[in-house]
Nanobody, 120 residues
Framework: QVQLAESGGGLVQTGGSLRLSCAAS????????VGWFRQAPGKEREFVAAIRWSIGTTYYTDSVKGRFTISRDNAKNTVYLEMNSLKPEDTAVYYC?????????????WGQGTQVTVSS
């Protein structure tokens, strides 16, 4: 019902920046919030940030506060994750996800992910 396409990943040095994009299509009127998650090799998937689609309220995990910024462009049906001051610990596959209902932790649609690699 909602298709998500992530882009913007790549290789960057420590301290560098990347901007990830998540383009949504389909039944986007059903979107309550859009989140970014990441998963590093051998680790569990981790919540990174989320944004309430209609009102723009943002949420961040502590490890990225002050470095990452999530934003949206309603006209483009796109959510961005601006990542600054990147660290090797940020290396992971980053996924965007859509939640239809305002239930914490429940996401209904997932993208395929984009690789972010931060070198020392």
């Amino acid at each position: 019902q909602v298709q998500l396409a992530e882009s913007g990943g790549g290789l960057v040095q420590t301290g560098g920046s990347l901007r990830l994009s998540c383009a949504a299509s389909g039944r986007t009127f059903s979107v309550n919030r859009v989140g970014w998650f990441r998963q590093a090799p051998g680790k569990e998937r981790e919540f990174v940030a989320a944004i309430r689609w209609s009102i723009g309220t943002t949420y961040y995990t502590d490890s990225v506060k002050g470095r990452f910024t999530i934003s949206r462009d309603n006209a483009k049906n796109t959510v961005y994750l601006e990542m600054n001051s990147l660290k090797p610990e940020d290396t992971a596959v980053y996924y965007c996800a859509v939640a239809r209902a305002p239930v914490v932790g429940k996401y209904d649609y997932w993208g395929q992910g984009t690789q972010v690699t931060v070198s020392s």
